[in-house]
């Protein structure tokens, strides 16, 4: 969580830099001379059916009206029947080999530029946008002189103009191209990034295939209206205006519903499904706009003002409205403890910030205001998407994972189970058919022995202690098959260990071993006394045996109370075991003893079992090994 917000708030900043570094301009293109012009004149006309698109008005310097502006300053009134302005530039020296003229913006649909003499540039657009960026080469014998600027629209106030700026023609060229190159560079990209990931859905696990396509469609309608909102195209392909801007509006209304759709699929359905709702209703409102673009187009745009109002206005309003909708939701998870959301808050703040704030400032200002800070608050917003949709990747991963794993360990236990019912029946079945002749073969060993000679009593004995041998493992096995838990009481674990130390101290001291008890009060268990004797008796032994190799050979007994059960550790400090020894422990005739079968220890884990209880085993070859029994705690 914390590395995934470490990485999310380096993009940010790395892209914060990046804004900053070229949103600089001009104040730290020290490189690049420039002289920066802090005020021009201003004035209306009368639109007198395209008077001086073509050529400078007559006599334009001598009329009155004029009105001297800077840039902190919005244009004045529009008079009635004015729909021309013109802003008039004063020339300053031309210092440069090749000189030029950098006007940032001059909004107006129709826009044409004169010195005294000539026309420096000419556009009329038939479509609705007019933030025009214009870099005119001029002469040096422009110096001294004037420049006019007219602008003309349709649908708004024209008139505005932004950093005026003399200086050398290629100097301002790499200013004319940093600042709008890099929106269709940061566009391209995730315009790219989309349709990749669009392709790629073809091969996704139908879980994920929504929010991927969500996600997927967010990135490339992000990378589209970045493309088309940016000047650069307009200013550098004006016979593609108008497609640039149906571009834009289709991409404005794929985002709304891919947007809505990708965070109802992460976070779900919201309050009464009110969030699914909400997504159906702007993919109905997102297709209505879309046949009132196809509306606008075939009828000449000749009802271009119901087409904004649909488009622009009530839409501009649904945006902040579902914005301010999921940020609230956002808010309400991320209080329960969502991480993602942690992580979709941080990029969604600074999107639904951004977006709010150059919403509300462009309707209050009757859409003079231009929208820029947006992109950037999508930018981070992407990766923040990202970011939450590649943990769930992860998470997912992780889950295969321990499924997995899982899935081995349920079957590995299914098969011991299997195994030990097998040996359980075959115990049951032959046990007691093995054992009476067992018992008359012994009888007549023992009759014999009797009667015979000295040298003869001695492979006499030695038969007799292989049939007690082999009845041994026959007890093991109907042990095995029935752990005998009839007698079922609470015992008391520091009795029964006071009784199983007095049975083993002998041996341990044969050994030349010890035991150290370290039982605490009042533990119970439920159980069958005899039962759990002969588990820990089987155990101990174990340790006891692997001692043998050691000086000073040590067994530690410790129980205690833990989280409601009862856990006993029996650790000593003998040869230890290896990972595939211990992986084997618990088998039928698996022994680390010349003559073990294996048996004792398979019969403990039976007994366990059947008082509900666990055995683990931890060992490290040298250092001896460690058994851990954890019983549930009974009442006195």
């Known amino acids: 969580m914390k ?32 002289v920066q012009v802090g005020s021009w004149q201003f004035r209306w006309d009368n639109d007198r059916t395209g008077e001086g698109r ?63 003499d000539r026309k420096l540039f000419d556009s009329n657009r038939s479509y609705s946008y007019e933030a025009n960026h214009l870099l005119l080469p001029l002469r040096v014998e422009d110096s001294g002189g004037t420049i006019y ?67 997927s469609g967010i990135i490339l309608s992000i990378g589209m209206l970045v493309v088309s909102y940016s000047p650069f195209l307009f200013t550098l392909y004006p016979q593609y205006g108008g497609l640039l801007q149906r571009l834009f509006d289709v991409a404005l209304f794929a985002l709304l519903p891919s947007f809505l759709y990708f965070f109802e699929a992460l976070f779900g359905r919201g309050y009464k499904n009110s969030l699914l709702i909400l997504c159906r209703f702007q993919l109905g ?12 187009a075939l009828t000449g745009e000749r009802y271009f003002s119901v087409y904004f109002f649909l488009t622009t206005t009530i839409l501009g309003v649904l945006m902040i409205v579902e914005l301010l909708t999921v940020l609230t939701y956002a808010i309400i998870y991320g ?16 999107f639904a910030g951004t977006g709010i704030f150059e919403l509300v400032r462009y309707y209050a200002t009757n859409g003079d205001y231009n929208l ?35 899935l081995e360990m349920f079957n590995n236990e299914l098969q011991r189970a299997e195994k030990m019912e097998i040996i359980s029946e075959l115990a049951a079945s032959v046990a007691h058919e093995v054992r009476n002749p067992l018992q008359v073969t012994r009888g007549f060993l023992q009759l014999l022995g009797e009667r015979s000679a000295a040298s003869e009593k001695v492979y006499i004995d030695m038969a007799l202690e292989e049939l007690d041998r082999a009845s041994g493992i026959i007890t093991d096995f109907l042990t095995f098959a029935k752990p005998g838990l009839e007698n079922v009481k609470t015992l008391a ?28 009060p009042e533990l119970y268990v439920k159980g069958n006394s005899s039962k759990f004797k002969q588990a820990f008796i089987n155990m101990i032994k174990n340790s006891i045996e692997a001692l043998q190799e050691q000086e000073q050979g040590l067994i530690r007994i410790r129980a205690a109370a833990e989280n409601g059960e009862v856990v006993i550790r029996i650790r000593d400090n003998g040869v230890g075991m290896t990972k595939q020894e211990l992986e084997r422990l618990g088998e039928p005739y698996y022994s680390n003893k010349i003559k073990g079968t294996g048996l004792g220890l398979m019969v403990t884990f039976r007994i366990i079992e059947a008082m509900q209880g666990s055995l683990t085993f931890e060992s490290e070859k040298g250092a001896g090994t460690q058994a851990t029994v954890r019983f549930p705690a009974a009442s006195p």
């Not at 409102?285 to 606008?296: E, Q, T």
């Not at 979709?344 to 703040?349: D, E, K, M, S």
């Open 3 to 34: 590395r995934a917000m470490r990485v999310l708030a380096i993009w940010i900043a790395l892209l914060a830099v990046v804004f900053l570094c070229i949103d600089a301009y001009p104040k730290h293109a020290k490189h690049v001379s420039v």
């Open 285 to 296: 409102y997102s297709f209505f706009c879309l046949l009132a673009m196809l509306a606008n």
């Open 335 to 350: 209080i329960k403890g969502n991480r993602e959301v942690l992580i979709f808050n941080t990029g969604l703040v600074l």
């Open 54 to 116: 073509d050529a400078l008005p007559e006599g334009l310097a001598n009329r009155g009206g004029w009105t001297e502006m800077n840039a902190d300053m919005d244009p004045p009134t529009r008079p009635e029947g004015a729909g021309v302005a013109w802003v008039r530039i004063n020339v300053p020296t031309l210092a440069w080999p090749v000189p030029a003229l950098l006007i940032e913006k001059a909004y107006g649909r129709s826009v044409s530029v004169f010195t005294e």
């Open 372 to 406: 820029y800070w947006w992109k950037w608050g999508m930018a981070a917003f992407v990766v923040s998407m990202i970011v939450v949709f590649g943990r769930r990747f992860a998470d997912t991963h992780n889950q295969v994972l321990k499924y997995s794993k899982e």
């Open 493 to 520: 674990v520091s009795e029964e260990f006071r009784h199983i130390e007095g049975v083993l101290t002998p041996l341990a001291s044969i050994n030349g071993s010890r035991i150290e008890l370290a039982i605490e």
């Open 149 to 215: 600027v007219r602008m003309q629209s349709e649908d708004r106030v024209p008139g505005g103009v932004q950093h005026i700026a003399f200086g050398d023609f290629y100097g301002l060229l790499s200013m004319y191209l940093t600042r709008d190159v890099l929106d269709i560079m940061l566009g391209g990209s995730f315009v790219l990034t989309g349709f990749v990931m669009m392709i790629c859905s073809a091969f996704l696990d139908r879980r994920y295939l929504r929010s991927w396509l969500s996600l």
